[in-house]
């Protein structure tokens, strides 16, 4: 097997209050052991995952201005924020904002405020959930600032009312060597681990598939993101490394009620990638199933400790200079801890067949 990466998954210069954590790990220890990328360096765009279903969630940015060699250090730097509700057929929700050097902001997605404490025109439906993208803005132009010096980082923290919290680092895109980078082993596949130690029972797995159409000069599209999707094979090991295989799906960004899952499960299926369902988000198994009832990575699996191994087998729209993926896995034990850890990988084949 693959060895496990030590990750520390949290921003401690962050100024959200911080309480102890214990997901993935025995009681008497805090670590998180993951297979995952890297989602540290200098992004120019971040992703996130909010969820307001029964659930508060922050998302945090900061304007480190610790870039000597960014083109704007020292001075305030506009960013572009975008939400897309996933219960609401993922449409959009954007503004603008500014940061000052060394500023931090933390936007309270039932009541999103700009950094100046004014209204941003933004109201969500009080069941919204999806996906948060914050973008570097060149303010000459308008558009993405594509640098390899950018002082974003961020994070994000999703509380539940039945009283376990997520959070974690936002994953980010980055400009240069680091987006060169496939996952672990090279070859297109995502793992984690997950147990239930300290009485963990729920699971949230989401995954965020965006088209890079050419990193030199466009950045990443968001324009047509339901559009984008991305097929993976799901198998599962126990921890005497004993694999069982589930299923393949579908992560794009839907729910399982949405008309447009059949129309996504045809496609893959003419690309020789034929998945069962589609979803946004899903749980890990009949042990640790899905927070919010949805579907299950590998359904009639009753394995409570092991590794999941996410396979990428296509990834929509041939037209996309080399399309990523970014997932969150989170899980809680209802007592006020829980953790939510990030995966991910860009410039993966476009087809693990091919």
Not at 117 to 129: C, E, F, H, Q, R
């Amino acid at each position: 097997m693959m060895k496990f990466k030590k990750i520390i998954t949290f921003f401690i210069l962050f100024t959200l209050i911080i309480v102890p954590v214990n997901a993935f790990a025995d009681d008497d220890d805090d670590s998180c052991d993951a297979f995952i990328g890297s989602t540290d360096g200098d992004p120019y765009q971040l992703y996130a995952f909010f969820d307001l279903r029964d659930r508060e969630s922050f998302i945090q940015i900061t304007n480190t201005d610790n870039q000597p060699d960014f083109e704007f250090a020292g001075s305030d730097v506009t960013i572009h924020i975008q939400i897309f509700d996933v219960n609401n057929n993922c449409n959009e929700n954007n503004f603008f904002d500014t940061l000052t050097p060394n500023d931090t902001h933390v936007y309270n997605m039932r009541d999103i405020q700009t950094n100046n404490t004014n209204p941003s025109g933004v109201v969500l439906p009080a069941d919204s959930y999806g996906i948060v993208v914050i973008s570097l803005i060149d303010p000459s132009s308008g558009t993405i600032f594509i640098t390899e010096n950018s002082p974003l980082v961020g994070n994000f923290r999703i509380l539940d009312n039945l009283g376990y919290e997520y959070r974690t680092n936002m994953a980010g895109i980055f400009d240069g060597d680091e987006q060169e980078v496939l996952p672990p082993g090279g070859n297109g596949y995502y793992t984690f681990n997950f147990n239930q130690k300290g009485n963990v029972t729920l699971s949230d797995v989401v995954g965020i598939s965006v088209g890079i159409i050419n990193t030199d000069d466009d950045g990443i599209d968001l324009a047509n993101i339901t559009d984008n999707f991305t097929v993976i094979d799901v198998d599962i090991f126990n921890n005497n490394e004993v694999p069982f295989s589930c299923r393949n799906i579908i992560f794009s960004c839907i729910d399982d009620d949405n008309p447009r899952v059949e129309e996504l499960l045809e496609a893959a299926a003419n690309e020789g990638a034929s998945a069962s369902v589609a979803s946004f988000e899903y749980g890990i198994n009949e042990v640790i199933p899905h927070s919010k009832g949805g579907e299950l990575l590998c359904p009639n699996n009753v394995i409570g400790e092991g590794l999941a191994l996410l396979t990428v087998l296509y990834q929509s729209d041939e037209s996309f200079n080399g399309p990523f993926f970014v997932g969150y896995v989170g899980l809680n034990n209802g007592n006020g801890r829980g953790s939510m850890d990030s995966f991910w990988a860009p410039n993966i084949p476009l087809n693990q067949n091919q």
